[in-house]
């Protein structure tokens, strides 16, 4: 018979419930009417059983139906009292026990009041005899989405309905947890492909609507949904397991809150300790001359067991200076004596110097905020151990990574890494430049001097700042006066050193301009704009007269002075009152203005610790390597990037970093790439990109510390592909209550972009060119962070076409409408008298809200107070995540995908091109007959008054009239109950006609008639 086993294992950070700080717990387990209980653990909150419990399963096939009831009570002198309960649903079981592993649960509440805290191990698998066959798996190793997600049907199955009931109310709140594998393929094998290349949006909003389940963000739902409760909460498609968010619970401070754990952990309380041994080379003195000429090339070797890091050599230098720092991990460390030999380099065989031994056992120990160690003079020894000439100064210590020294070290896991491309592997903070928009308008220009008399010249003005350059409109004064009020904008960044270079130019035919002058002005020229009503005065400026021998600033600079020039007028202001826009605004990080004094007081930190990550995919199987994988996270104008651990699929960084946060409503981007730039790689490699994660502040609860595996997904033309998984710790601290409270009533942003908005021409060309100043100024960085990792984390495509996306906005779309559809099909189910007992009620409300219409608004507010209150109980858990289904990833066709990651122009051949031109032309047919008919309903109603159809507008007033003199003489009340009663009316007083008024509306006419 087959037997299903469960291993309770251990608890964590129960809920105190004896009345005096702690707790005598026993778990109780109980699977398909059989129970079994651990012995009570007395006075621990954090107790141990690792006790094994075996139960029979009757039917294999029924097992992913079945429900594992795990709860942890009190025992208190005969009485228990409730610490938390886990219900694990059959379909996550593993077959056997070799695919089984140690899986800890939080604990859930048993109500809405229930005070319950910390979590469970337990380690669950089934044991299947020679004749059982378990349950059948679909080929990506899943459960069979039917055994996920179960659906009530009529007539399904031949249960009573007691049964049924009894059954739901069980299985309620059952979470099934699925260990995540990485999906190694090209395009997922999870669900169909769409039917057909042309496929529009009806067909797949259709096939939306039919694969709907009730899910959680934080588990997923493995048993039958609850009793439904109408327009309560939305219904959304099923994810695949492989996508969605693991909790976890990682031994860090914050989460652990120092129980068992070491206090000294300091501000870096959300990753776990990571003990290194760090080395600091110093300087030397008096060391012996090696060489002929009477000096010596020295360096320091520093060796532990099988890892060993050397410093530069200094050439003919017996006091050298190093100032080198060398970090070995403890959980490497191979050897206990650590050896530090000084050598002098040369041409054959470097020569020996001498060396200094250290115990490992007798290391002091350091913690911030602890001051560094100070160096030391150590004497030298020869091979034989006695002392020579010559002394070094060390500083040797245990310490961790939230060490000063810990960014700059050289790790031991970099050994194989040359010191030029060393600090790409370094950890590093960035900070984006101060980016600013320059306001210049173009007014008018006086004496233009053209190199044809006999002509008026056609003019216009060319504008370059940097790579961005723009024109204004031609001057509607054909004249050597000309007169533009053309209005431009840039992006402008600090130190504001660059020059702008304005040409005022004559169209001379296409193609054809000549520069009738030219002026430099650097951008500090323009002056700061903060008040919103007032303009910086307009400024003359002589135009330089163009030359083709005389085009670099420096020659123009030396030139005399012109007795007489053609002039111009300018207006240029720097808008420090506006926010740059280098995100979208749908994902920004940072929402302040330019200028600091506009800046409100911060309302809070955001701590983010990078864990670890696992199953990442290898990305350099041509080279003989897996993966050189680093972290960078933006939020603000702050950039992080950790340091990258080379050669390995489960790295580990454990670094932790702060933010300040300034507005709740915004947006911190993590992204994980695969170093490029190692090893001599050159300059025109790209990092890869791994995988992106996006937390919104604002779904945080503040103070609570959220760990979780992200799932780390990427689009490629072959499909959707999940790369591998990223650990992390965020907690949001709120420092100021009120204003966050009050943050909500403000604008969201700064106040001149609502007084004086950004023409919407101008707005995603701006953002484009601000992604690309600050793109460029990272990567000059040392070490830079590269071009192609700033526009990942920016979204610097995200403005292109997509027909991936916009299906997946018109999804959007569709799920919003449902609830209003919802609410139609109440409304209709109500007026049909399905449920005569409801229609009835129905009835009543109606008339009682039409005798007291006093109660009309409070009765709705009421209800939208109920409707919050209810779906409390159905709040997200988690932070949210990249969803696949949302995205519309995981059903997209691979020549869309093609598509979305083509070039712009285009690089694809022309019958692909042509093809998909037709696809898109069949796409926006669709889109304009929906507009088309929206436009038809609105001239139809516009027709009612204008007369174009003499007789129907007749008709219209003279029934106007009479509904005005009937309205007058009858109370609003009794003309109220009569219209719900018609509304409401019974079916067999129904006809399936058409109503009158209907048909009144369908022969308006409209002007569709009149197109072409």
């Known amino acids: ?9 251990n608890a964590s950070d129960l809920m105190p419930k004896d009345g005096q700080g702690s707790a005598n717990p026993f778990v109780e387990v109980e699977f398909d009417d059989q129970r079994h209980r651990t012995q009570t653990k007395v006075k621990d909150l954090n107790p141990v059983w690792n006790e094994k419990f075996v139960f029979n399963v009757s039917d294999p096939k029924d097992l992913p139906n079945k429900t594992i009831d795990i709860v942890v009570y009190n025992d208190r002198q005969g009485h228990r009292n409730f610490l938390g309960r886990v219900r694990i649903s059959g379909v996550s079981v593993p077959n056997s026990e070799s695919e089984a592993g140690i899986q800890r649960y939080p604990l859930d509440k048993r109500g809405l009041f229930s005070n319950i805290r910390g979590d469970i191990a337990l380690k669950i698998f089934a044991a299947y005899d020679y004749y059982s066959v378990p349950p059948q798996s679909n080929a990506t190793g899943e459960p069979p989405l039917q055994e996920q997600f179960h659906t009530d049907k009529p007539g399904s199955d031949n249960i009573s309905t007691n049964e049924k009931k009894k059954k739901n109310k069980k299985e309620k709140e059952t979470k099934s947890f699925f260990s995540i594998g990485t999906n190694t393929g090209g395009a997922p094998a999870y669900g169909p492909p769409p039917p057909s290349m042309f496929s529009g949006f009806g067909t797949e909003s259709q096939q939306m609507k039919d694969k709907t389940g009730e899910t959680r963000t934080d588990y997923a739902r493995a048993a039958q949904p609850g009793p439904q409760v109408a327009v309560m909460h939305m219904h959304v498609p099923r994810q695949n397991p492989e996508f969605n968010l693991v909790e976890t619970s990682p031994p860090v401070a914050a989460r652990m809150r120092y129980r068992g754990g070491d206090k000294t952990m300091g501000t870096y309380d959300l990753v776990e300790q990571m003990h290194y041994l760090y080395v600091s080379v110093v300087k030397a003195k008096d060391l012996p001359s090696m060489d002929v000429t009477g000096s010596l090339d020295p360096y320091v070797e520093v060796k532990l067991g099988n890892y060993k890091g050397i410093t530069k050599h200094l050439e003919k230098n017996q006091n050298p200076v190093w100032r080198q720092v060398f970090a070995f991990s403890k959980e490497r460390l191979q050897a206990h004596v650590l050896e530090v030999v000084v050598k002098d380099k040369d041409i054959g065989k470097d020569d020996f110097v001498g060396r200094v031994y250290f115990d490992l056992t007798e290391i002091p120990l350091r913690v911030p905020p602890d001051s560094p160690l100070a160096p030391s003079w150590y004497k030298l020894e020869d091979k034989k151990g006695e002392k020579t000439k010559g002394e070094v100064m060390l500083a040797v210590w245990m310490g961790t990574q939230a060490d000063e020294a810990f960014p700059g070290a050289w790790h031991s896991d970099a050994h194989s890494i040359n010191t030029e491309n060393l600090s790409s592997t370094r950890s590093q903070v960035y900070f984006s430049p101060k980016l600013f928009y320059l306001r210049i308008n173009v007014i008018e220009a006086q004496d233009l001097v053209s190199s044809d008399k006999g002509r008026f010249p056609e003019t216009f003005v ?6 961005q350059a723009r024109i204004t409109k031609p001057s509607p004064v054909r004249s050597v006066n000309p007169i533009w009020n053309d209005e431009l904008m840039f992006v402008a960044s600090e130190p504001l050193d660059e020059l702008i270079i304005i040409t005022v130019e004559d169209r001379i035919g296409p193609g054809k301009d000549e520069i009738l002058g030219k002026l430099f002005l650097p ?30 600033i420096a020659v123009t600079e030396k030139k005399k002075e ?12 720097l808008e420090a009152g506006y926010h740059v826009l280098d995100e979208s605004t749908h994902f920004s990080s940072d929402l302040q203005p330019s200028a600091r004094h506009l800046r409100k007081q911060s309302i809070g930190i955001l701590e983010l610790g990078i864990l670890s990550a696992r199953n990442l995919l290898p990305m350099k199987t041509k080279q003989g390597r897996t993966t050189d994988a680093y972290c960078v996270a933006k939020y603000g104008n702050k950039w992080i990037r950790t340091r990258t651990l080379l050669d390995i699929l489960h790295p580990r960084w454990n670094e932790q970093y702060t933010w300040e946060v300034y507005d709740p409503c915004t947006v911190i981007t993590i992204g994980v790439f695969d170093n490029c730039h190692i090893n001599g790689s050159k300059d025109e490699s790209r990092d890869q990109r791994i995988g992106k994660v996006r937390i919104r502040l604002s779904t945080l609860e503040t103070d609570r510390v959220y760990t979780h595996f992200y799932p780390l997904l990427v689009l490629h033309p072959s499909g959707l ?21 009050t943050l909500y009533s403000r604008p969201l942003l700064p106040k001149m972009h609502y007084l004086q908005p950004i023409p919407v021409r101008y707005i995603d060309w701006l953002r484009h060119q601000a992604m690309q100043i600050v793109a460029a100024r990272l990567a000059r960085a040392e070490p830079p962070l590269r071009r192609e990792a700033v526009e990942y984390m920016l979204d610097t495509d995200y403005h292109m076409w997509s027909l991936r996306r916009s299906k997946a906005n018109f999804n959007r779309i569709m799920s ?35 005798c007291y219409p006093e109660l009309i608004l409070p009765t709705v507010f009421l ?20 969803d696949a289904v949302l995205s519309y990833a995981d059903r997209a066709h691979p020549d869309e995908l093609d598509e979305e990651f083509d070039t712009f122009p285009t690089s694809r051949p022309g019958d692909i091109v042509r093809m998909r031109y037709d696809r898109l032309r069949s796409v926006a047919g669709r889109v304009q007959t929906v507009v088309g008919d929206l436009a038809t309903q609105g001239e139809r109603a516009h027709s009612l008054l204008s007369w174009r159809d003499p007789r129907a507008t007749a008709i219209f007033i003279f029934f106007a009239l009479v509904g005005a003199i009937f309205l007058y003489v009858t109370p609003f009340q009794v003309v109220a109950v009569l219209a719900g009663f018609i509304l409401l009316r019974h079916p067999r007083f129904r006809s399936k006609l058409p109503s009158v008024p209907f048909n009144f509306y369908k ?10």
């Open 816 to 850: 919003l409408l449902s609830g209003l559809m919802g609410v139609g099909k109440w409304l209709n189910d109500i007026c049909s008298w399905k449920n005569p007992v409801t229609t009835i009620l129905v009835h009543v409300l109606f008339l009682i809200l039409v």
């Open 562 to 573: 012109p007795k007489f020039s053609s002039k111009i007028q300018l207006r240029l202001c």
């Open 721 to 741: 592909k999940k790369t591998g998984e990223l650990h992390l710790a965020v907690r949001f601290t709120c420092t100021a209550w009120v204003n966050m409270v």
């Open 863 to 882: 209800y939208l107070f109920v409707i919050g209150v209810w779906n409390y109980r159905f709040r997200p858990r988690h932070p949210p995540h990249m």
């Open 462 to 467: 060319r504008i370059q700042l940097g790579n």
């Open 1 to 9: 018979m087959t037997k299903l086993v469960v291993e309770v294992l």
């Open 523 to 552: 951008v500090s020229v323009a002056s700061q704009r903060l008040d919103p009503h007032k303009l910086p005065p307009a400024r003359w400026f002589n135009l330089e007269r163009h030359s083709p021998t005389e085009d670099s």
């Open 1003 to 1012: 022969r308006l006419p409209a002007k569709t008639d009149m197109l072409l």
